[in-house]
């Protein structure tokens, strides 16, 4: 849950997800629109179909243990170089490092490098003697986590309180390093479609959309647009922007009232939903739900 999400939206997700999975084999029993409907509102769901995948791998395959290797943790699904080693230090205090955004940061300013010129695997493998000296690794690595998130943030680092600015090169130079500049991620322009049985109070939703990060997905029908112009037959309701994962949207939105099911779509409530529905889709059904 903490990959891509802040801690303090984690904390209440976290609570839930455990009273209602307080064991590994609770979860494996469990099923994928159980486990998505739980993890609504977090985005990124692939983490939970991974996460659910992995426990069955783990509790049918395993013996509920995780792999105490780099190699074969990597083989669970979701499980990269980052999670692998996090896990590996967590679990097993293994000697090993995380590296993360903020662990690059840390590093990079100690050298006063920019990230692009660091070979952070060969940067950790050089330094191992002085990286692991102590037997409490995974605090080692946590605390590392952390103290790029809290001290060396990175805007306004907390330089005059940091705890190693002696031996910081960034703190001590006068040419501190330029950090890249984060990519600016294009606007892409969508149409999007809603068949409303406004008597019932009723939408219909598809999984045949042309939004390809959250496929599986129940969403109205929407298709990617070039241009700004007004789709006959349809009414137009609004324009709005939208932000998923990292990913930016301007979004047309238009209606149509009809009582006849369109092909490959099912009819979903406006105002009651048991169903998991992405936010995304719950953003659309407040802007429908105004419609006189």
């Not at 509102?41 to 791998?57: C, D, F, P, W």
């Not at 390093?177 to 068949?195: E, G, P, R, W």
């Not at 045949?208 to 969403?219: A, I, Q």
């Not at 932000?243 to 009809?258: A, E, R, V």
């Amino acid at each position: 849950m903490l990959q891509q999400t802040q801690v303090k939206t984690v904390i209440p997700y976290f609570r839930v997800f455990l009273r209602d999975f307080p064991t590994l084999k609770s979860l494996s029993q469990s099923n994928e629109l159980k486990v998505l409907k739980l993890w609504e509102g977090l985005g990124y769901y692939r983490r939970a179909r991974n996460l659910l995948a992995t426990s069955k791998i783990l509790v049918n395959k395993l013996n509920s243990k995780l792999p105490e290797n780099l190699i074969d943790i990597k083989k669970l699904p979701g499980i990269g170089d980052y999670t692998g080693n996090a896990l590996l230090a967590f679990i097993y205090n293994h000697s090993t490092i995380a590296i993360d955004g903020n662990v690059k940061r840390v590093f990079s300013r100690i050298l006063n490098k920019n990230e692009n010129k660091i070979d952070f695997n060969k940067l950790v493998e050089t330094n191992k003697k002085n990286l692991f000296k102590t037997k409490r690794n995974s605090d080692f690595v946590e605390a590392l986590m952390e103290f790029g998130a809290l001290v060396c943030k990175p805007k306004k680092p907390e330089c005059i309180n940091c705890s190693i600015k002696n031996t910081c090169k960034y703190f001590k130079s006068d040419k501190k390093f330029k950090q890249t500049k984060a990519l600016n991620i294009k606007v892409k322009n969508y149409n999007i479609f809603c068949y409303v049985d406004k008597m019932k109070n009723k939408i219909a939703l598809t999984k045949k959309h042309s939004l390809g990060f959250l496929d599986r997905f129940y969403l109205p029908l929407i298709k990617e647009s070039n241009n700004n112009k007004k789709i006959k037959n349809w009414n137009f309701h609004s324009n709005f922007k939208n932000s998923i994962s990292n990913k930016k949207l301007n979004i047309n939105l238009y209606y149509k009232f009809t009582l006849k099911i369109p092909s490959q779509h099912q009819w979903f409530s406006l105002k009651k939903n048991s169903e998991f529905i992405p936010t995304f889709t719950k953003k659309i059904f407040k802007q429908i739900s105004k419609i006189n």
